[in-house]
């Protein structure tokens, strides 16, 4: 078969003769936008392991799929591939060389509005200033790629790894992503999965904005400045993430309503968890460890459950900014055992239940002084420190309002809370 350009195609009608849609090839030196434009709907375009260069556009549902790994590049100019109607797979490609206009947001794969049910998968973009744009696209999958931004740019002049706006029931899996503004920017889209992907060396992990019903899990976000980002949001799901590394916070919790925030490692960042404006929340069999601050807690953050959490070896572990005590763990003697673990709690626990005999108490006063001055923590066990905190407790005057733990737990709920006792590296 010859097409108009006069480049020759190799064409083959899979199944049954009128009724089944075609397969085609090209190889290097044919044109694939020729092959785009002359496919039907349906149609499977296989790419041979070759260099293709240009701005390409798929405007019907079609298969694009890589053989061997071939190259689309962009050029640097505009976008790389656009996909520009419904039911589109692309497979198995490198797509790379966008252009870098971020006022025309130009990115490696374009999915624009109405092209719904794309998927991209198994596929490696480089070098493209988004990797995925994708708005007003609904039930898009995203899976198992790699996508690295301009490394060689300053963190604001780059887009980010994945865009997600104003869409529904995306799925975001098994991808991993780096060198970019944001590895995943998440605004208006709701019914959304995000699951299985590495996130590292970019402002934020995560940057989720205005967005509701989404489930985060089994995500690793490291070496970011932050880790994840919750803004503006409610229904949220966070469970089983690990995020370790990062300059500024793990999970950040901003402004949200009735979500769940459970079986999270937090480790070795500057901030655990910055909690601000959160209410009717529940943080529950989180490890938070090794942080500089455990939990940063504000702007009337209150009526949450924060239940069953262990709090290791944080140099500060609550810094509370309020006006009265916020209460933690469990609530009465039939709760007893929700409390929360707290690695440098001085209690006793005479009956071996297994739970604290007097309260926890966060910024009491010889909390203060050792954040103020670190080496009194070799004196926590000294009766002169014993005696302040009791001082603290019988005159309040002295003490600054902050978390109490009725029941603390005398140990850890997590049992291999070792293994993320040293900086994680980015082998896991």
């Excluded at 520009?84 to 971020?102: F, K, N, Q, Y």
Aim: glycine share 10%; proline share 4%.
């Amino acid at each position: 078969m010859r097409l108009q350009c006069g480049i020759p195609l190799l064409w083959l009608i899979c199944g049954m003769t009128g009724a089944a849609a075609a397969t085609w090839r090209v190889q290097p030196g044919q044109s694939l936008q020729a092959a785009i434009d002359a496919a039907a709907a349906g149609d499977t375009i296989e790419i041979a392991r070759g260099h293709y260069t240009g701005n390409f556009t798929v405007a019907r549902p079609l298969v694009l799929r890589g053989i061997a790994r071939p190259t689309l590049s962009g050029a640097l100019r505009g976008d790389t591939l656009r996909i520009a109607a419904p039911d589109v797979t692309v497979e198995g490609l490198i797509v790379r060389d966008s252009g870098d206009s971020l006022k025309d947001q130009n990115a490696g794969i374009y999915i624009q509005p109405g092209a719904h049910r794309a998927v991209v998968r198994h596929c490696e973009l480089t070098y493209n200033l988004f990797g995925l744009w994708i708005e007003k696209a609904d039930e898009v999958r995203v899976e198992a790629n790699t996508i690295t931004g301009k490394r060689d740019y300053n963190s604001a002049q780059r887009g980010n790894g994945v865009q997600l706006y104003n869409t529904r029931g995306a799925r975001i899996l098994d991808n991993h992503i780096s060198f970019v503004r944001d590895a995943l920017y998440v605004d208006v889209s709701h019914h959304a999965v995000f699951r299985g992907n590495r996130l590292h060396h970019s402002r934020y992990g995560t940057h989720y904005m205005n967005s509701y019903h989404n489930l985060w899990e089994h995500n690793d976000s490291y070496r970011n400045r932050g880790g994840l980002a919750l803004m503006e949001v409610r229904d949220q799901v966070v469970r089983n993430n690990r995020t370790w590394a990062n300059a500024d916070h793990g999970i950040m919790l901003r402004t949200l309503q009735d979500s769940v925030i459970e079986g999270n490692v937090v480790a070795h960042n500057q901030r655990g968890f910055f909690i601000y404006d959160v209410e009717y929340a529940q943080l529950r069999g989180n490890l938070v460890l090794g942080n500089a601050i455990g939990v940063h807690l504000s702007a009337g953050s209150t009526r949450n459950v924060v239940q069953g959490n262990d709090f290791i070896g944080n140099r500060e572990p609550v810094r509370y900014v309020g006006a009265r005590d916020e209460a933690w763990g469990g609530r009465s003697p039939a709760e007893k055992q929700l409390g929360n673990y707290w690695s440098n709690y001085l209690g006793w626990d005479r009956d071996a239940d297994g739970v604290g005999d007097i309260p926890y108490r966060a910024n009491d006063l010889v909390d203060r002084l050792s954040w103020r001055y670190p080496g009194v923590t070799l004196l926590l066990g000294s009766p002169a420190l014993q005696a302040l905190r009791l001082a603290g407790r019988q005159f309040p005057v002295i003490r600054a309002p902050g978390v109490v733990d009725e029941y603390p737990r005398m140990r850890p709920a997590r049992a291999n809370w070792r293994q993320w006792h040293e900086p994680a590296d980015t082998s896991r």
